[in-house]
């Protein structure tokens, strides 16, 4: 499957790769569901009127499978399936669904009890399923929070600090 780098991610072909990566790990974990059909559908609608950072300010605002969603609702199937895929079609976050859920486990210190109750299980339950994937690789917790601090490091100098209070 092919990378984008991050200056590709507002194109159609970049929003088509990865809404088939999303339908191929969902079918690979057996985790499908018909409503997958509509991942992320809204996104090249939206790019035809605003700039891609607004459309994906939005997206994750809007949508259940994103940490930092308005409803306060999560779909914790959805967002394993989304951060597996991510490696899947971008160059530069190359990290597998384990090492983002260490990431979001730093970036998001208010959501550690909520991400150890609801995504560490699904992790642990589908962890034959995801080292089978392509590239997949089996958890190495210290590994994983290397690349996560990394990661979040790249985060902070971007944001700041002021964006840890968000």
Not at 41 to 63: M, S
Not at 80 to 94: P, V
Not at 104 to 127: D, G, S, V
Request: net charge positive; glycine share 4%; hydrophobic share 35%.
């Amino acid at each position: 499957m092919k990378q984008f780098s991050p200056a590709e991610r507002s194109t159609f072909a970049y929003w088509f790769a990865h809404w088939r990566a999303f339908q191929y790990v969902a079918w690979r974990l057996h985790l499908w569901r018909p409503r997958y059909l509509l991942h992320d559908c809204e996104k090249p609608w939206l790019r035809l009127f605003w700039d891609y950072r607004r459309v994906q300010q939005w997206h994750r605002r809007h949508n259940s499978h994103h940490l930092d969603n308005g409803t306060g609702r999560h779909d914790w199937t959805a967002m394993l399936i989304d951060w597996e895929c991510s490696r899947l079609t971008k160059s530069d976050t190359q990290l597998t669904a384990y090492e983002t859920y260490v990431y979001e486990w730093l970036k998001h210190e208010e959501m550690r009890t909520l991400l150890e109750a609801q995504m560490l299980p699904l992790l642990q339950q589908h962890h034959d399923q995801l080292v089978q994937l392509p590239g997949g690789r089996e958890f190495d917790h210290d590994d994983a929070m290397r690349k996560a601090q990394e990661r979040y490091d790249r985060w902070l100098r971007k944001w700041g600090t002021a964006a840890q209070s968000q």
